[in-house]
């Protein structure tokens, strides 16, 4: 996701986008796969306050890191602004899940759960 695709004021989300690994290319944002893909939905409060939070997280990360910055725009990034490696997510949320004790769950599992959550929503 990227800034640009979330009205934090209305609280709407533009799914258009999708970051894609490309061998020898590295990543770049893609068209979703499918046009059903390609829908607004309606983000909660409680997401919505997160991700003001998350804003200026960033923020302030983009301080710290200087010319390092490499914006491409995105909600979830590193701190000098690349995209998320998926294999230190994955290893990020088994570790979270342990601490919680709480069953072992894909990061693609909890996207697909999040998108049927947010699209039950819809007004």
Known sequence: ????DIDLASGRLAVCRALQRQQGVGYVLVEPKTERSRRTVHVPEITISALREQRRRQL?????????????GLIFCTETARPLEAGRINEALKRAL???????????????AAASILLSKRC
């Not at 342990?98 to 697909?112: C, E, F, N, Q, T």
């Open 60 to 72: 302030e990360e983009r301080l710290l890191a200087g010319s390092l910055w490499q914006d491409m």
């Open 1 to 4: 996701m990227k800034w640009e």
């Open 98 to 112: 342990a601490r919680a004790d709480l069953p072992r769950i894909r990061v693609h599992d909890l996207r697909h």
